[in-house]
């Protein structure tokens, strides 16, 4: 298995959950997550003295699984998010992949050392708090906080995130930044010469509609 193949992320990430867990009120609006519209991409980069000529690049992605949000659109504050994510439904999707190393660098995924889907099958986040930037009609633009889980570790994230309202529908956008080594994952390298980056970039796309 090649150093790139063995692994390759670990992830996830990221957001919005097991239906029914979160409470509404009178001022919220709740919103069940569309799993065929919804999805979470993972970006992998290179490390190391040499990794501009060996190695290379890996993108995974996969459907959120299920996850509700309940907005309270007068006071953004006071909404809440869950997300939940099979790690098995998480594929490499072949951008910057020689064809030989996909099946590589997915069992290596999957594997006790990375994701270890047979133990821990799914990745939850869950939100903390949302802060207001700016709200334009229908757009708004916030900062979630929250705790995201993998492999039964969980960890503090932050994400800019751009919601759309249209009607029954809501949609949103974002993207944030972890280090598999806060999860207990330790990137692959070869004498430190060339790795896998601790930093794994993962962008998020989410529909629901209530």
Do not use: C
């Not at 821990?120 to 700016?134: D, H």
């Not at 705790?147 to 969980?154: A, K, N, Y």
């Amino acid at each position: 298995m090649s150093v790139t193949a063995r692994p390759v992320i670990a992830v996830a990430f990221a957001f919005v959950t097991r239906p029914g867990s979160v409470p509404a009120d009178a001022a919220t609006e709740a919103y069940r997550v569309d799993a065929a519209r919804s999805r979470v991409t993972i970006a992998v980069g290179k490390a190391g003295a040499f990794s501009f000529i060996a190695g290379h690049t890996h993108e995974v992605s996969g459907p959120i699984e299920s996850g509700a949000v309940e907005l309270d659109s007068d006071d953004p504050s006071r909404s809440q998010i869950r997300i939940v994510i099979a790690a098995s439904a998480l594929k490499v999707t072949g951008a910057n992949e020689p064809p030989d190393d996909r099946p590589k660098v997915q069992q290596a995924m999957e594997s006790d050392k990375v994701l270890d889907v047979a133990r821990y099958p799914r990745i939850t986040f869950e939100s903390a708090g949302v802060t207001t930037k700016r709200r334009d009609g229908a757009m708004l633009d916030i900062v979630v906080a929250g705790r995201l889980t993998i492999r039964d570790t969980t960890q503090p994230v932050t994400a800019p995130v751009r919601v759309e309202l249209r009607g029954r529908e809501l949609t949103a956008n974002g993207r944030f930044a972890i280090k598999q080594t806060a999860f207990g994952i330790k990137p692959i390298s070869i004498g430190g010469v060339v790795a896998v980056k601790d930093a794994l970039d993962i962008a998020f796309s989410i529909t629901a509609r209530r």
